[in-house]
Structures are given as structure tokens and as C-alpha cells.
């Protein structure tokens, strides 16, 4: 249990019986009436974000969320392979978990994978990677200076959209968390 008042982003609330991850929360203080905390919580299983209002002071369930550094080790059929780097030990992900991140999954790519009760969360990856174009369309004579992009395939198979000027076998730094192109390596 903790007071509204202890409230901090990453934090993972028990509310009737789901958990939910606070992104962002602001302690309001009107000149009338009592202080409030609005929230902005996303649920850990779903992904959809809601807005909620607590009266401070009061006390909320919180749940105990194990994150640990594993290392991705290879895809086996639906489920991706992760092993803990203090205990050597393997853990087997469900493709559902993993999601859309699985086309940004490099081999031996060091991931935080959250646990509640055993029960695997979510995997967070690092927050931008190198990754080498497979393919992209040929830029043009003068596409140097424009501020366009095109579509090009990553050595894991994602699609991103990069600047004109990239061509295939570039390594390019990519931020995953929002698929977004952030310069050259």
C-alpha cells in the first residue's frame, strides 16, 4: 500500500485486481476545496491509457513488478528465448508479450523483462538501437538537402521510415520505443 502522495512514474498500481503503470501524475492543490493527484495510467496487459483521479492522501494497492536484464537468445517457433544474465537460467516468451518489439530484437540484445507473481508483463527494450538496412529504394541525384523519407527494411525484418540519402548496408540508430529514425552510426 501507498499514499497517493508517494506516487512516481513506472510505479504499478493494483486497482480491482488489474495493474496499471503510472506514466505521468501532477499533485494539484486548487485555492478551493481538497488537493487531488491526477494520473495518467496505462494498463500492463493492454496497453490502454486512461486518466484517473485520486484524492490525496488516500492509500492505493500497489503490486510487486520484478524487472530484470535478460539477453535475447533466438525466436523458437512463436515464443522468443530470453536468458537471465546473473543465473544462466532460459525463459520462454509468448510472441503476444513481446508484440511489435520482435522486429526490433536483435541476438544477444541486453531487454528488461517485468514479472508479477512469475507471470511475464511486458519486455522493455533498450531505448534506441543500431540496426543495418536490408533494403530501401536508391536516393536520387539532389534528395541530399529534403527533408522526405522513404521506407526501408531492417536486418530483423521491421519496416521504418529513414531520410532520402540512406542507402542499403547503412547502420542506422533507431529509437524503439516509437520506430523513429535518429541518425547514422
Do not use: C
Request: hydrophobic share 40%; proline share 3%; aromatic share 8%.
Amino acid at each position: 500500500m501507498a499514499s497517493t502522495n508517494e506516487l512516481k512514474n513506472g510505479l504499478v498500481l493494483n486497482l480491482d485486481g488489474e495493474l496499471w503503470t503510472v506514466i505521468e501524475f501532477q499533485h494539484v492543490k486548487p485555492g478551493k476545496g481538497p488537493a487531488f493527484v491526477r494520473t495518467k495510467l496505462k494498463h500492463v496487459l493492454s496497453g490502454k491509457v486512461v486518466d484517473k483521479t485520486f484524492n490525496a492522501g488516500i492509500k492505493v494497492d500497489t503490486a510487486t513488478v520484478d524487472k530484470r536484464d535478460m539477453q535475447y537468445l533466438y525466436a523458437d517457433g512463436e515464443d522468443f528465448v530470453f536468458m537471465d544474465t546473473s543465473s544462466y537460467e532460459q525463459l520462454h516468451i509468448s510472441g503476444k508479450i513481446v508484440g511489435d518489439d520482435a522486429g526490433f530484437l536483435l541476438g544477444e540484445m541486453i531487454v528488461t523483462v517485468a514479472t508479477h507473481e512469475g507471470a511475464v508483463l511486458f519486455i522493455e527494450l533498450p531505448t534506441s538501437a543500431l540496426f543495418e538496412v536490408t533494403y530501401t529504394e536508391p536516393g536520387m541525384q539532389g534528395d541530399r538537402s529534403t527533408s522526405g523519407t522513404k521506407p526501408a527494411t531492417l536486418e530483423t525484418g521491421a519496416e521504418v521510415q529513414v531520410p532520402l540519402f540512406i542507402s542499403i548496408g547503412e547502420k542506422v540508430k533507431i529509437d524503439t520505443r516509437d520506430k523513429r529514425y535518429l541518425g547514422r552510426a
